[in-house]
């Protein structure tokens, strides 16, 4: 009954956190007249203070000496902070400039992108419904190349930076909230003096604008701190199976903000290149939970081979 009521509580998390993320290109609009580039420091700045005072009530601090320790680690953090303000600033630009579909289309495309990292850079091994789904998502791209009348360059550099994001992550193997920390303090310094620069330009909008819109720049450290939580809140209580399929919640949403509520063009081969996308991923989704329900038939499988463990000897008294 407690693993139910932890794995029932495990999907709501879930749910919060893909949902938030898909509904975030509702709050990027309000930020204007901000640029993406303002939006991206505040964002940084702000994270860091949210998650500063969430470090602060859960006391884990030790994790900031190991990490000042290491160098290597230290440079993957900042290499990782790197490529994740690039996805950023990027998604910020995008969703503020009428391009939500093609963005939601980056995230739809990223376990595609994963995979292919995996075989590239990790020898890994693919299925022939993993090959089958790759190919197919060459395909769409290809199509929706033709569609757009030229490469779809914000989809693949939202896919390929959160791929790489996500290769650096594994090798830090570092938790949420402490890797965000450590993220949004490396780039804290960079982006404190650009909002500095800007305003001694006169052209920072954080005080120009009013109370309302300073406030909105500020809660961008809660939109970015808040669904983190969720979703580690979700890892520990549900599985790796389970949370795979939650993450297409997001882009989902994305799309379907763009088609409907921010009225983007949806022409014929546009459709052609999304649904041999979501071909792929149902491809790709049905060889993971079938690979999951064989390894977990093997493992039932040798377990009862095995036979029950035999209870330790005792002594008589």
Same mark, same amino acid.
């Given at each position: ?46 994270? $860091? ?94 199509? $929706? ?34 890797? &965000? ?46 669904? &983190? ?54 491809? &790709? ?33």
């Amino acid at each position: 009954m407690k693993a139910e009521n932890e794995q029932r509580t495990g999907l709501l998390y879930g749910f919060g956190a893909y949902g938030m993320w898909g509904l975030v290109p509702l709050f990027w609009p309000l930020l204007k007249p901000s640029g993406a580039i303002e939006i991206l420091a505040h964002r940084m700045v702000w994270s $860091l203070g949210v998650v500063g005072i969430m470090l602060l009530a859960m006391g884990r601090w030790a994790w900031i000496r190991d990490l000042f320790r290491r160098p290597r680690k230290l440079a993957l953090t900042a290499l990782a902070a790197s490529v994740i303000s690039v996805n950023w600033g990027l998604y910020i630009w995008a969703v503020n400039n009428g391009a939500v579909v093609e963005a939601s289309l980056g995230y739809f495309i990223n376990p595609l992108v994963t995979i292919a990292i995996g075989v590239l850079l990790l020898g890994e091994r693919l299925r022939r419904a993993q090959w089958a789904a790759v190919a197919i998502g060459v395909a769409a791209v290809l199509v $929706l190349a033709v569609g757009y009348g030229r490469p779809p360059w914000i989809s693949l550099v939202l896919a390929f930076s959160f791929a790489t994001y996500g290769l650096i992550k594994k090798k830090l193997n570092m938790g949420g909230v402490e890797s &965000l920390a450590a993220e949004t303090a490396l780039l804290f310094p960079p982006a404190l003096g650009y909002l500095l620069w800007l305003g001694a330009q006169g052209r920072s909008s954080f005080a120009a604008e009013g109370l309302g819109h300073a406030s909105l720049l500020a809660a961008t450290g809660l939109v970015t701190a808040i669904p &983190l939580v969720f979703f580690g809140a979700a890892a520990i209580r549900v599985p790796l199976s389970t949370l795979g399929l939650l993450q297409y919640l997001a882009p989902v949403f994305q799309f379907g903000l763009g088609v409907v509520y921010f009225h983007e063009a949806m022409p014929p081969e546009r459709w052609a290149g999304f649904s041999l996308v979501w071909v792929a991923l149902a491809l &790709l989704t049905w060889d993971a939970l079938r690979t999951a329900r064989k390894n977990r038939a093997r493992l039932e499988a040798a377990r009862a081979a095995a036979g029950p463990v035999p209870a330790p000897a005792t002594e008589p008294a």
